[in-house]
T-cell receptor
Framework: NAGVMQNPRHLVRRRGQEARLRCSPM?????VYWYRQLPEEGLKFMVY????????ESGMPKERFSAEFPKEGPSILRIQQVVRGDSAAYFC??????????????FGPGTRLLVL | ELKVEQNPLFLSMQEGKNYTIYCNYS?????LYWYRQDPGKSLESLFV?????AVKQEGRLMASLDTKARLSTLHITAAVHDLSATYFC????????????FGQGTRLTINP
C-alpha cells in the first residue's frame, strides 16, 4: 500500500510566479490535511479537505493561497504570486476517518518550496 | 487558542543515558501524538495517546499522558545514536476533526 505521495519534492519559483503542490492520499483515505513548516519550526495547520469539500481552512492565508480536492485526482495546494516568505516545506497528511478513536494522520514526504 | 509547548528545544546527550522530553498544552484535548522527523524527511508517527494515564512503549521510547496536568512526556531509555532526530508532539485541536497543533519540536542529538 503506497503511502501519501507528494510532488514535486522540490520546487523553485521566482517571486510573482505560481506554485502548485500535489498530494495523493493513501489508498482508502478520503481526508487530506495540508501543513506548512518554516525552518526550525513545528508544522502549522493550513487546511482540511474531504473529496470536493473544504472542511476547515482556518489556517490558510486570506490571499494568494487556495486548496482543492477534486472527486478525481490529487489534492492541490495553489500559491499565486509567490513571495520569499512562502519558502517552506509543505506537508500533506491523509486520514481514513477522523472520528475513529485510533485515527492517525499519515504524512507525505513534503514539498520544499524555495522562492528566489 | 491552543498552544503546545515542548521543552527542551535542543537536547544533546550521550549514548546510554536516559532523558525526558516534555509537552505541555493549554486547553483540553482528547488525543496527543508524538512524531519523529529526520532532517529533510517527513514525519513518522510514534505514538497516539488517548486517555488520562495512557502509557505506550516502543523500544527505547516511552510516552505518557496526564490530561489533568495537560502534560505528555517522551522518555528515552539508554539512548542510541539512531534515535537522533527532531521529536514533535501534536494535539488534536478540533475533536474528531484531527486538526493538529504542533509543538516547536525537540532536536535530539545523541553522541557516541
Amino acid at each position: 500500500n503506497a503511502g501519501v505521495m507528494q510532488n514535486p519534492r522540490h520546487l523553485v519559483r521566482r517571486r510573482g510566479q505560481e506554485a502548485r503542490l500535489r498530494c495523493s492520499p493513501m489508498k482508502g483515505h478520503s481526508h487530506v490535511y495540508w501543513y506548512r513548516q518554516l525552518p526550525e519550526e513545528g508544522l502549522k495547520f493550513m487546511v482540511y479537505l474531504q473529496k470536493e469539500n473544504i472542511i476547515d481552512e482556518s489556517g490558510m492565508p486570506k490571499e494568494r493561497f487556495s486548496a482543492e480536492f477534486p472527486k478525481e485526482g490529487p489534492s492541490i495546494l495553489r500559491i499565486q504570486q509567490v513571495v520569499r516568505g512562502d519558502s517552506a516545506a509543505y506537508f500533506c497528511a491523509s486520514g481514513e476517518r477522523p472520528g475513529l478513536i485510533q485515527e492517525t494522520q499519515y504524512f507525505g514526504p513534503g514539498t520544499r518550496l524555495l522562492v528566489l | 487558542e491552543l498552544k503546545v509547548e515542548q521543552n527542551p528545544l535542543f537536547l544533546s546527550m550521550q549514548e546510554g543515558k536516559n532523558y525526558t522530553i516534555y509537552c505541555n498544552y493549554s486547553t483540553t484535548s482528547d488525543r496527543l501524538y508524538w512524531y519523529r522527523q529526520d532532517p529533510g524527511k517527513s514525519l513518522e508517527s510514534l505514538f497516539v495517546l488517548l486517555s488520562n494515564g495512557a502509557v505506550k512503549q516502543e523500544g527505547r521510547l516511552m510516552a505518557s499522558l496526564d490530561t489533568k496536568a495537560r502534560l505528555s512526556t517522551l522518555h528515552i531509555t539508554a539512548a542510541v545514536h539512531d534515535l537522533s532526530a527532531t521529536y514533535f508532539c501534536a494535539v488534536d485541536y478540533a475533536q474528531g476533526a484531527q486538526k493538529l497543533v504542533f509543538g516547536q519540536g525537540t532536536r535530539l542529538t545523541i553522541n557516541p
